[in-house]
């Protein structure tokens, strides 16, 4: 779900600009006007990454989806140059350090320095290094498959084949298979994860930071700790409605999986129909609260439309076709609902007045999985040249997961058509969680109503079952994300800072996934696993705050466009889908990009500068009190796990 930020590297769909140093430009230097001011060093720096960047992507793209030794080998050295040009703006920009300047090119050499996910050691053979680790990490999670058997026998299965299993299987030990199964295949990234983390540690601290995970936290126009701070606030808001949602599914689960359903009193990590327990959507035939209030089978109806589209295909074909046509016509119908499904996605955006999406959008965008080669199905925006060449990277599949996906990484694309005349250091979100709130608040406003406007649900009654299944649909994403959002990135600021040692990685990552989330393995998960590196964002370095952000500033956006579109009733009903008002209000705010603080963009929006929860308790106040009363006489909540973080011996 994460968007390809302006300065991305190809080992990450989000990082951005390397903050590394070398020793300051001399002044010999032909690279450095002589007499350059602050404000000609940034529109030099504006012009050279513009420049630049078409390359770099062009490589990136290439290695994520047309993953082989000679594309990694194009990214890695693409990396290269670019850091080491990266190495040399942030050592020029030195020079202007408690000068007088101009407070758009303050804030731009403000970014600059900060605005990074990877910095670089300052020694070439390091940074090259570095290079290569994290091309090749991106690269084994792609290529990553889970195989069983032997010579003709064997059997190989990737990603989505896996998650397909846990999607729809009800199986306990077929689920449990798959699970290990794609776990087994971040086992040899472990050794390359501890060196990178090395580096990385290496570059932030020539920066001035202890490390790279207080680096991180230095982005958001506030210091490391008050962000800190500010998230643990958040999730003191909402953790009392997690709570409540994690008793009634486990309560659901027992019942479903008689002495399996719960490992004591923690969700089994293989039963929750995700990958990595961060959504439950996919249990909604055991966790619908009402079976006979309307049905909101999203994926069965976008099943249906697919299999209505290979017939379709079938028919005109002329004769029986053999085995090579058959498949070739089932590719092509595949090609049909994602694209069908794209274009719906699309029409939301440009029914509240925003363009349509380029014709080089569908020509060059990956939206199913070739047949022919491995790439990284993760799905991914990307701006290819920071003007017009936007594109999205799926594996699509006819299931309302990636339908709403589908609609997420839109919204990145949209925030980059927005922001597009914006000077190429400003071309990103305010700050990275709004990057990852534009599309989830489209989401938001896809609402029983919308969909059955569209021909994926029944009409809904207007009754409380109803009300209650609709709740609980959109909460199943929404609410379930919360504590996975904070957790991934609480396990790398404790890697990075050393409180969590290589020899703890597994067991840490394990604690914190059942302090924060209430969740558990199976089976004990002892060091010679490195389950971390089984979530694409851990082997690709990108942050993961950001989402956990997303999660709160949608309810507020969301909030903010029902106000703007004139809406009067409860929240959960609204869908602004068709109103220009709206959508002349968000495409403003979409406009601004990085050039200002969050905190006048979040305000200009929404008249609050800070991050609150508040929508999200009202958007789902009819579903807590529906849980609590549900929930009343069971021991909810679950044991609190070992110190999540372990000191060095």
């Not at 029409?347 to 939206?367: C, I, N, Q």
């Not at 389950?531 to 705050?545: E, I, L, Q």
């Amino acid at each position: 779900m994460n968007p390809r930020r302006l300065w991305v590297l190809a080992i990450a769909a989000c990082l951005a600009l390397s903050a590394c140093k070398r020793e300051a430009a001399p002044a010999t230097d032909p690279s450095v006007p002589e007499n350059e001011t602050a404000d000609e060093f940034i529109a030099r720096v504006n012009d050279e990454l513009r420049a630049m960047y078409p390359e770099l992507s062009a490589a990136q793209w290439l290695s994520s989806t047309y993953i082989n030794d000679d594309s990694q080998l194009l990214a890695a050295k693409a990396n290269e140059r670019w850091l080491t040009a990266l190495n040399g703006w942030i050592a020029q920009a030195r020079r202007f350090e408690g000068q007088d300047m101009s407070p758009a090119t303050a804030r731009a050499i403000n970014l600059l320095k900060l605005s990074t996910a990877m910095p670089a050691p300052r020694d070439p053979e390091r940074l090259a290094e570095l290079t290569r680790i994290a091309t090749r990490m991106e690269g084994m999670y792609g290529a990553g498959a889970y195989c069983v058997g032997e010579g003709e026998d064997e059997r190989c299965r990737q990603l989505g084949e896996l998650e397909e299993v846990l999607r729809s299987s009800r199986d306990h030990d077929e689920q449990l298979d798959a699970w290990r199964g794609w776990h087994s295949i971040a086992q040899p990234m472990r050794k390359d994860y501890v060196r990178f983390v090395e580096l990385v540690n290496e570059g932030a601290r020539d920066m001035g930071f202890a490390d790279a995970g207080e680096m991180w936290r230095s982005g958001y126009d506030m210091s490391p700790g008050e962000i800190a701070a500010e998230t643990d606030r958040l999730w003191g808001q909402v953790k009392p409605l997690y709570e409540q949602l994690h008793c009634y599914a486990r309560t659901r689960l027992e019942a479903e999986y008689p002495d399996r359903g719960s490992i004591d009193g923690l969700l089994p990590a293989h039963l929750m129909g995700n990958m990595w327990q961060q959504d439950w959507s996919n249990l909604w035939d055991i966790l619908q609260p009402y079976g006979n209030a309307g049905s909101l089978d999203v994926s069965g109806a976008l099943d249906a439309r697919f299999r209505e589209g290979l017939n379709r295909r079938l028919a005109a074909a002329q004769g029986l076709p053999d085995a090579a046509a058959r498949v070739e016509i089932d590719r092509r119908a595949q090609a049909d609902i994602a694209a069908s499904m794209t274009r719906r996605a699309e029409d939301f955006y440009t029914s509240l007045g925003m363009p349509e999406l380029p014709a080089s959008f569908w020509e060059k965008s990956m939206l199913i999985k070739p047949r022919d080669r491995d790439v990284v199905c993760h799905a991914s925006a990307w701006p290819m040249d920071m003007a017009d060449d936007v594109r999205i990277k799926m594996c699509i599949q006819p299931n309302e997961e990636d339908f709403t996906t589908v609609y997420h990484e839109l919204g990145h694309v949209y925030y980059y058509m927005a922001y597009k005349d914006q000077p190429p250091l400003f071309q990103n979100g305010a700050h990275d969680g709004f990057h990852e709130a534009i599309g989830d608040t489209i989401v938001l406003a896809m609402t029983p109503q919308y969909l059955s406007t569209i021909g994926l649900v029944e009409e809904q009654q207007q009754s409380q079952a109803a009300l209650i299944n609709s709740q609980m649909r959109m909460a199943l994403s929404k609410v379930a994300f919360l504590p996975f959002g904070l957790m991934i990135d609480r396990w790398r600021w404790g890697v990075f800072d050393g409180s969590i040692p290589p020899e703890h990685y597994n067991s840490a990552w394990w604690n914190l996934k059942a302090q924060y989330q209430g969740v558990a393995p199976m089976e004990a998960r002892g060091e010679e696993f490195f389950d971390p590196g089984a979530k694409y964002h851990v082997p690709g370095n990108t942050p993961y705050t950001r989402y956990f952000l997303s999660h709160i500033l949608q309810f507020q956006f969301y909030k903010a466009l029902c106000d703007a579109s004139g809406f009067d009733g409860p929240l959960y009903e609204c869908s602004f889908y068709g109103d220009e008002a709206a959508g002349e209000k968000f495409w403003s705010m979409l406009g601004k990009g990085a050039s200002q603080p969050w905190q006048q963009t979040l305000e200009e929006l929404t008249g609050t500068r800070s991050m609150d929860a508040a929508a999200v308790l009202e958007y789902f106040a009819p579903l807590q009190a529906w849980l609590e009363s549900q929930n009343e006489g069971q021991a909810c909540g679950w044991p609190a796990p070992a110190p999540a973080t372990a000191q060095t011996p």
